[in-house]
């Protein structure tokens, strides 16, 4: 078969990605991945969009550490012994019990519906252990980014930062017809992943992503979670 130009070959590539409003709403967090990896180009061409994610005083605060293949099972076993020891080195708090009112009605509705998705009952604790311990093996995403970041202040405009950097690195997934999942419990394992990925204890990791291809068959991705009326989040002035 003739290779296509260099040129050509990208103008296909564009001509595949979804437009913004559909790669926006096309965007979930998923649950269960094939285990199929990308091609580096793909992952090349991911991090390429994050890269153009806004930071305050282009500062562009992310250190990113993508981590495929044999690395990648081997990280997970070293999670799974972390969390085994109970080895919990979180760089920054996160208390669920934290949150109030409307969010925190938000996050109990979610736990119910994915519970009540892939047939867990309430009670079943040992059960429910096993879901979350599911997070460790990145819920069988072939790739795991973990998203630092180096301590300024309070953090939190740097936190922020990150949080675009993320958000563009889902939705550049998205476009592509890719799934991805942030997961704040990764951060919870941070000096276990500094560890093992030689990074410098200067970076802290803010959360992780798993990502690859979605397995639209698995019941955990057959919801999807709804939004509040616009009304409850925007107020409009003139």
């Known amino acids: 078969m003739a290779q296509q130009p260099a040129n050509q070959h990208k103008e296909t590539l564009l001509q595949t990605l979804l437009p913004f409003d559909q790669a926006v709403r096309a965007r979930h967090s998923v649950r269960h991945f094939l285990a199929k990896p990308l091609a580096q180009e793909t992952l090349i061409s991911i991090a390429?969009?994050?890269q153009l994610a806004p930071s305050n005083c282009n500062t562009q605060p992310w250190n990113v550490h993508i981590v495929s293949?044999?690395?990648?099972e081997v990280l997970s076993q070293r999670l799974l012994q972390a969390?085994?020891?109970?080895?919990?080195?979180?760089?920054?708090?996160?208390d669920m019990q934290a949150f109030g009112g409307a969010y925190g009605e938000r996050r109990k509705q979610q736990g119910k519906i994915y519970y009540q998705s892939i047939g867990i009952a309430r009670d079943d604790l040992e059960a429910r252990k096993a879901v979350v311990k599911n997070n460790l093996n990145f819920y069988g995403a072939p790739h795991a980014a973990f998203l630092f970041m180096p301590s300024f202040g309070?953090?939190?405009?740097?936190?922020?930062?990150?949080?675009?950097?993320?958000?563009?690195?889902?939705?550049?997934l998205a476009a592509r017809g890719?799934?991805?999942?942030?997961?704040?419990?990764?951060?919870?394992?941070?000096?276990?992943?500094?560890?093992?990925?030689s990074i410098s204890p200067e970076y802290k990791l803010l959360f992780g992503i798993s990502f690859g291809y979605e397995d639209r068959n698995a019941p955990a991705n057959q919801f999807k979670m709804g939004r509040a009326p616009l009304n409850q989040s925007v107020t409009f002035h003139d």
């Open 83 to 94: 969390d085994a020891q109970g080895l919990h080195s979180p760089d920054f708090s996160f």
């Open 178 to 197: 890719l799934a991805g999942i942030p997961q704040t419990i990764l951060g919870f394992y941070a000096d276990t992943i500094r560890e093992f990925l």
């Open 69 to 72: 293949g044999a690395k990648r």
């Open 154 to 172: 309070d953090n939190v405009r740097t936190a922020g930062d990150i949080g675009m950097y993320g958000q563009t690195f889902l939705l550049s």
């Open 48 to 50: 390429n969009d994050a």
